[in-house]
């Protein structure tokens, strides 16, 4: 039985129970909120056993059907598949337990409840099968499934500035797409195959594989939102409900970026990217102080985490002009770093938005006035989870910051630690203009009660971002598993 | 100039044809031919390049993808004709043009 | 023999490039859906003579199928107009 | 020149022709027609390429799929006398993201249109060496339907899931209105339809019992079916009410449904997903065929018709689709 249990390979059954899930959530919308539960404390579970059974037995990658690589489907246990599986789980199940609260069982909309779980669960399938995934095409499918589940959650909202949303986001993840399925195209033609690690080994520095890299990366770059490609994102990320907003900034937005780090660092790292690199981090930087600044002028709370989120992209940028020479790891470290540490924060911070609008009655960041006494916890919650986003010490943020302005001054490119810094201290003002809003001295009138479901799971998201520094050691020993940087950290961890 | 060249060259003037319409164009439902026709043109890469090699024998796994590839650009068009007419149902438009302020509260 | 077969399907090939004009010009719908149907015959015999000269029978499945569906266009054109009256954007 | 390429070469005109003329029409109804007759030539593109499997599915789906979807959408979309966003200014963004867009994209893709393709023309071969090797245990004789099925399988099970996801997508949109209005059912049309429906079905099965050996399979037969049921739809006939809760449900996942227990099954057994016993591929594979054609039909046939079924059993039966036994 116990051999049953470790010889199992959970990373896959993470793929293949969520997809279930959805089908008997389907298949019975009645029961959609237990079945809903269960997988999701459930997924947890299976990626703790996923990364214990490839870090004590060395589990091996597998490919679909036992077929030999360029043939099957590789399906791959790495460090970075394993740890975005962690987060994944971890946020999903938090967003899992905060969306019983959020979607009440009898209420108005009655499909809303129905429709939220199988859509969901594909989309948590979805992303679980996209990191696992070793095979361009394959992801290409994967990225599509997420995209759709996508919009489909972005459209749950029913309104016209969400629908517009939705077919935005269709669009633009419909154009993304093509253009890295021609890309694929063309390295199919070229080498016969398409499985990462083999064309990584024999793929050569041409114009054509150039042509086809540059498609991929700005396909991948439209649907991870960077600047100047980020004009869908506060729309679709605002408009959606609270849970979903949480789920496309901290997960869905990361499933594109996971992709473009398989690329750059897998697939291509045989050709000349320095031109790219630069241009990448030049669009970042911008990213950066443009989000930054939208983001203080806001005047609604969602559209501020969404800009935000914007900002915090421009950082995962950074790592591909950083990442050269020895400063190589750390940059990768640093990004992989982020990418976790701002899903849970982002998440929190969503989640707890839909709280305060819930309670307040409005997302206005004015309306907040006073709202400091009554909803504090509310309030202080949003404030640790920003803490990580800002980047203060003993935060994710702060590590991968660290690591990104190491990396920075090892290539001798000190211009990014200025803007790293002032993207730090723009974050720092638009977080203290809200809370400035929440502790003003103003008398309001009571309340509504909040269920339990929507107040601490939140908070438990925003503790676990907040302390994820001191954590950091075993995480990214486990993203170093099999990592495509093959020299090593040379950063010290710890302050 | 041969079939496979003349072919694939065809498959990026429709890629980029819909990619412009589908740019410019704000009726939505020339929107979505538009991103039809941008698929059909990479899926005549794909086809193409699976068409070299000995004569009468074609690689199997582009048109396999090719199939899989049209079904999901299937589903897309379904879901995005869907949500196009909600949002004529809704707002009496017919484009995407709703700017940020207006669509708040 | 293969020669005479694809000059065959050029020339019909040629016919629809003739017919687009009707598609184009119109001036009701009707017109305009009766040349598309018109193109999904013509096409069936390309097919056919496509198969003849490459011998390959599959190609004949894919002309049965153009026969066969050719009418649920035709049905839901016919049908549509029922509940639709504008056209235009 | 030899007459097959000027066939090519007048046939690939046409489609850019086709394609420039239907993208740039002013008048929408056109365009559709245009697109209709662009996937028609598509299908002959596909049959010169020796794409027959692809060739048989842009068939099923351009001439009766996408073409009753568009078709049905226009007629639905309404006037724009109401809109008062249409003169919405865009931001200066994106306005400046389309000439990104454009000036980047564009110039990079007739970069490789120019100068590559052609090299490439006559190089590296595909992978068919290596699929017929394998293709005695693959549980199919026809290359095509054992890479779908069998060796990139993982593919094909999500985007099962990805068919499943845009029809649960769709109902929770919109709620499924009537095609035409109910009371006139045209005799014409249903002598059509009778004299129809049963070839569309045996040719159906055709289609995908000789998947095995041949061009053909589970989404070319459900694309021909599901055309079939519109078509039935079309005419008058619709699915009893009994029919329309969990039985329409359970069919329309049955695809996916089985494939996944299929995936996991395997797991369980060899810690392999989706590696068949060597003796049951060929059963499976007819197994997962047969059920995803049904659930295709289904699901394609419900993706036209728009919406969910009504929750309320005391309105009229909306139209929703079967695969079979509607008379």
């Not at chain 1, 199988?118 to 599509?144: I, K």
């Not at chain 1, 490609?229 to 605002?238: D, G, K, N, R, V």
């Not at chain 4, 059912?185 to 995908?208: E, K, N, T």
């Not at chain 4, 060929?282 to 046939?301: C, D, F, K, M, Q």
Request: net charge neutral.
């Amino acid at each position: 039985m116990t051999e049953l249990i470790v010889q199992q390979n959970w990373f896959v059954w993470m793929t293949l129970l969520p997809l279930g899930a959805a089908v008997a959530t389907f298949l019975a919308p009645g029961q959609a909120r237990w079945i809903g539960l269960t997988t999701a404390l459930f997924l947890p579970f299976c990626a703790l056993a996923a990364i214990a059974a490839t870090v004590f037995s060395t589990a091996q990658p597998l490919t679909v059907g036992n077929w030999p690589t360029p043939l099957g489907i590789e399906l791959r246990t790495d460090g970075l598949a394993l740890v975005m599986l962690a987060v994944t789980a971890l946020v999903g199940f938090i967003i899992s337990c905060y969306a019983l609260g959020y979607f009440p069982p009898r209420q108005h909309h009655l499909s809303r409840t129905h429709y939220f779980w199988p859509l969901w669960l594909f989309l948590w399938g979805g992303c679980n099968a996209l990191f696992v995934s070793g095979d361009l095409f394959n992801l290409y499918v994967t990225l599509e499934l997420v995209s759709l589940a996508s919009v489909a959650l972005i459209a749950l909202e029913g309104g016209k500035a969400a629908l517009a949303a939705a077919l935005r986001y269709l669009f633009i993840g419909l154009l993304g797409s093509l253009a890295y399925l021609l890309g694929v195209g063309i390295l199919y033609a070229t080498y016969a195959t398409l499985d990462i690690t083999l064309l990584g080994e024999i793929i050569s520095d041409s114009r054509l594989n150039h042509a086809a890299m540059s498609l991929m990366i700005a396909g991948l770059v439209l649907k991870s939102a960077l600047f100047p490609l980020h004009f869908w994102l506060p729309q679709a990320h605002t408009m959606a409900p609270a849970p979903v907003s949480a789920v496309l900034s901290a997960l869905v937005v990361k499933a594109a970026y996971v992709v473009l780090l398989r690329l750059w660092f897998e697939v291509f790292p045989a050709l000349d990217t320095l031109a790219i690199g630069h241009l990448l981090g030049l669009l970042g930087c911008v990213a950066i102080i443009w989000g930054s600044l939208m983001a203080l002028r806001q005047e609604r709370l969602k559209l501020l985490i969404a800009y935000s989120t914007i900002a915090q992209i421009g950082y995962l940028f950074l790592v591909f002009p950083l990442a050269r020479g020895e400063a190589m790891a750390g940059a990768w470290v640093g990004g992989v770093l982020l990418m976790m540490t701002h899903a849970c924060g982002k998440a929190a911070m969503f989640l707890m938005a839909g709280t305060i609008h819930h309670t307040a009655g409005s997302d206005r960041i004015s309306r907040l006035a006073g709202a400091g006494g009554p909803i504090g916890v509310q309030v202080v919650v949003f404030t640790l989870a920003a803490a990580t986003i800002i980047g203060l010490p003993p935060s994710g943020g702060f590590f991968a910051k660290w690591l990104f302005i190491n990396a920075a001054l090892a290539t001798g490119q000190w211009w990014y630690i200025a803007i790293i810094l002032s993207g730090t201290l723009l974050a720092a003002a638009y977080i203290a203009r809200v809370l400035g809003w929440a502790f003003l001295d103003v008398k309001r009138s009571s309340y509504p009660v909040i269920p339990w479901v929507m107040k601490w799971p939140p908070l438990a998201l925003s503790v676990i971002a907040l302390v994820f520094g001191l954590i950091a050691y075993a995480p990214v020993q486990i993203a170093l598993i099999g990592a495509p940087v093959s020299v090593p950290l040379l950063v010290e961890f710890g302050p | 100039m041969n079939t496979v060249s003349l072919y694939a060259g065809s498959g990026i003037i429709l890629f980029s044809l819909g990619l412009h319409a589908l740019l410019i164009r704000r009726h939505l439902l020339r929107k979505i031919l538009a991103a039809n026709i941008m698929g059909s043109g990479v899926f005549m890469v794909f086809i193409a390049m699976g068409a070299r090699g000995e004569s009468g024998v074609a690689d199997p796994v582009p048109q396999a993808m090719v199939l899989t590839g049209i079904v999901v650009s299937l589903c897309f068009t379904a879901v995005a004709i869907v949500l196009a007419v909600r949002i004529n149902k809704l707002t009496g438009c017919t484009t995407l043009a709703v700017d940020e302020e207006s669509s708040i509260d | 023999m293969i020669e005479l077969y694809i000059s065959l399907a050029l020339i019909l090939l040629l016919t629809i490039a003739i017919g687009l004009v009707r598609v184009l010009r119109g001036p009701t719908a009707t017109d305009r859906m009766l040349a598309a149907q018109l193109f999904g015959t013509t096409a069936v015999a390309i097919l056919l003579l496509l198969g003849q000269a490459g011998g390959n029978t599959a190609i004949w499945d894919v002309a049965l199928i153009f026969a066969l569906l050719a009418a649920v266009a035709a049905v839901t054109f016919v049908r549509r107009k029922d509940i639709d009256t504008t056209t235009e954007t | 020149m030899e007459p097959a390429l000027i066939f090519d070469l007048v046939l690939l005109l046409i489609l850019i022709g086709l394609a420039w003329l239907l993208l740039a029409s002013t008048d929408l109804f056109r365009a559709v027609v245009l697109f209709i007759a662009f996937g028609l030539l598509l299908a002959l593109a596909w049959v010169r390429l020796g794409a027959p499997d692809v060739a048989l599915a842009e068939a099923a789906i351009g001439a009766g799929i996408t073409g009753a979807l568009l078709l049905v959408g226009l007629g639905r979309l309404g006037s724009t006398e109401r809109c008062r966003f249409s003169r919405a200014p865009l931001t200066f963004l994106q306005r400046l993201s389309a000439p990104v867009l454009v000036g980047v994209m564009i110039p990079s893709i007739s970069l490789i249109l120019l100068l590559e393709v052609h090299q490439l023309a006559g190089t590296t071969p595909g992978r068919q060496g290596l699929i017929n090797a394998f293709l005695d245990v693959s549980g199919s004789g026809h290359g095509v339907t054992a890479v779908l099925l069998n060796f990139r399988a993982w593919d094909t099970l999500l985007e099962k899931g990805v068919l499943l996801l845009a029809l649960i997508t769709i109902w929770s949109l919109d709620q499924a209105r009537p095609l035409f209005h109910q009371e006139d059912i045209s005799p014409q049309l249903m002598g059509l339809a009778r004299l129809l429906l049963p070839l569309v079905i045996v040719v159906a099965g055709f289609v995908l019992w000789q998947g095995d050996q041949a061009p053909g399979g589970a989404f070319q037969s459900g694309a021909l079916l599901s055309a079939g049921i519109l078509l039935a739809i079309l005419v008058g006939y619709s699915l009893p009410q009994r029919w329309q809760g969990l039985s329409l449900r359970l069919l329309l996942a049955i695809g996916f449904g089985v494939f996944l227990l299929i995936a996991a099954a395997t797991l369980l057994y060899s810690g392999y997903p989706l590696q068949y016993p060597e003796h049951l591929a060929g059963s499976l594979i007819l197994l997962i065929e047969l059920v995803a054609t049904a659930s295709i039909a289904a699901l394609l046939a419900a993706a036209v018709v728009g919406g969910h079924p009504p929750d309320d059993l005391s309105t009229p039966a909306a139209k929703a689709p079967s695969t079979s036994g509607r008379r």
